[in-house]
């Protein structure tokens, strides 16, 4: 059964700061892995998709990296700012069930 | 292009009735929608998926004589909440899958729903 994990669980930090949240997945067949955001109270808006044949991908100060044989991505955030408090959910869409299992979720605070 | 809605945004009932709540695709056409839960602090569960025209499939642990689902057309799902209990209070998202198995989801803005 592939479970998500996502580490830390919370995170405060001064705005400026380059940040790295991590998420783990016990099972390597993975269709793709996708980044999302979620504000408090409203649903998710997606960040970045990653499939299984790539090793990462970029949008803006967002760089998401996937090693898929070791179960592990990463989203790194550059030059952080408030606008990005929010959220964080990885979710991992495994090959034969096409189904989206969601992390535990990074909780992001970014202070002026 | 590729957004989901859902509605009501916010709904407050009483314990014992049911409660529904519609989910969109405006731009385009969902041969499939899933339906997840959301509890507090919590991350997202699938509790079924819909395909349009036929019954839905729901995870292991869900019940389906509670959460009723019915995908009537190509832009509409409904998940209707029986007999409605305080335990039932949470946050309903839905998404659509724009194309064939694999496809991306786009997710609705959610429903949050309380039972007093």
């Known amino acids: 059964k592939q479970e998500v994990t996502q580490i830390p669980a919370a995170l405060s930090v001064p705005e400026g700061e380059n940040l790295v949240l991590n998420c783990s997945f016990t099972?390597?067949?993975?269709?793709?892995l996708q980044w999302f955001r979620q504000d408090p109270g409203k649903g998710l808006t997606s960040l970045l998709l990653i499939q299984s044949s790539q090793r990462e991908q970029t949008s803006g100060r967002l760089n998401a990296s996937l090693d898929k044989s070791s179960g592990r991505s990463t989203l790194y955030i550059a030059a952080s700012q408030p606008g990005d408090s929010a959220t964080y959910l990885c979710a991992v869409r495994t090959d034969n069930t096409d189904k989206l299992i969601f992390g535990t979720g990074t909780r992001l605070q970014v202070f002026p | 292009g590729a957004v989901v809605s859902q509605h009501p945004s916010r709904v407050i009932c009483k314990s014992g009735t049911s409660v529904k709540i519609e989910c969109r695709s405006l731009d385009f056409q969902a041969t499939t929608m899933f339906w997840y839960r959301q509890f507090p602090k919590k991350s997202l569960m699938l509790m079924a998926t819909s395909n349009e025209g036929s019954k839905a499939t729901y995870e292991q642990g869900v019940e389906k004589d509670k959460f009723l689902i019915n995908h009537a057309s190509l832009t509409l799902s409904t998940l209707t909440v029986t007999s409605a209990h305080p335990e039932d209070s949470s946050f309903y998202i839905c998404?659509?899958?724009?194309?064939?198995?694999?496809?991306?989801?786009?997710f609705g803005p959610g429903t949050r729903l309380t039972v007093t």
């Open positions: 099972d390597s067949a993975i269709y793709n």
């Open positions: 998404s659509a899958r724009t194309g064939p198995r694999h496809y991306e989801q786009y």
